[in-house]
């Protein structure tokens, strides 16, 4: 029924900036919490940052610092901001939205690729 559509990945240089945007189709207020998880060729998915009701957040280790979530609501729309992107960084980005204590919708994923 959820819908979360993402955009925003590429290709960057090590050192710059992309923005991703997770596009819900409905009210993002319904949700607990939203966030971003992702994953590399060969690793388990990870946290990369929540907005959980209000203003709070919740960043990964590895990104804290470089990485900022932000949401529009009359967008129905949520930002990961990343800069000073790293190699590591590279892998599949997934948009998540959380009912209920669980999460049950997911995006489609968007490849960010950071070159040496």
């Known amino acids: 029924q959820v819908q979360l559509v993402e955009s925003g990945g590429g290709l960057v240089q090590a050192g710059g900036s992309l923005r991703l945007s997770c596009a819900a189709s409905?009210?993002?207020?319904?949700?607990?919490?939203m966030g971003w998880y992702r994953q590399a060729l060969g690793k388990q998915r990870e946290l990369v940052a929540t907005?959980?009701?209000?203003?709070?957040?919740n960043y990964g280790d590895s990104v804290k610092g470089r990485f900022t979530i932000s949401r529009d609501n009359a967008k129905n729309t949520v930002y990961l901001q990343m800069n000073s992107l790293k190699p590591e960084d590279t892998g599949v980005y997934y948009c998540?939205?959380?009912?209920?204590?669980?999460?049950?919708?997911w995006g489609q994923g968007a490849q960010v690729t950071v070159s040496s």
């Open positions: 998540s939205a959380t009912e209920r204590g669980r999460i049950v919708y």
């Open positions: 409905g009210s993002i207020l319904r949700f607990n919490a």
């Open positions: 907005f959980i009701g209000g203003d709070t957040t």
